[in-house]
Nanobody, 120 residues
Framework: QVQLVESGGGLVQAGGSLRLSCAAS????????MAWYRQAPGKQRELVAA???????NYPDSVKGRFTISRDNAKNTVYLQTNSLTPEDTAVYFC??????????????WGQGTQVTVSS
């Protein structure tokens, strides 16, 4: 069994920053791509950042230059540094990881989500 646990969300004023963390644990052999998604009320879940096992990153234009994804492979952890936040960034942020388990199964796993609220 694999678990992803996010932390670091909260309430911040516009222009502020937050650092989100997501730690994977359990029956992990290796972690492939890791990513952060977000979902605002009434909207579809959208990708905000992704990083491959080689460290190649990808961002949509909406967050490029403001958000930075990074990973610590030794800790099975992915981070999302969010800067220059605006009220439009308010959403529940979810961690996602494509993991090869010790049973040699490759599956996508999701965290439970962490709320980010940006006040104007």
């Amino acid at each position: 069994q694999v678990q992803l646990v996010e932390s670091g969300g909260g309430l911040v004023q516009a222009g502020g920053s937050l650092r989100l963390s997501c730690a994977a644990s359990g029956s992990i052999h290796s972690i492939n791509a890791m990513a952060w998604y977000r979902q605002a009320p009434g909207k579809q879940r959208e990708l905000v950042a992704a990083v491959t096992s080689y460290g190649i990153t990808n961002y949509p234009d909406s967050v490029k230059g403001r958000f930075t994804i990074s990973r610590d492979n030794a800790k099975n952890t992915v981070y999302l540094q969010t800067n220059s936040l605006t009220p439009e960034d308010t959403a529940v942020y979810f961690c996602n990881a494509r993991i090869t388990t010790i049973h040699n199964r490759v599956e996508n796993y999701w965290g439970q989500g962490t709320q980010v609220t940006v006040s104007s």
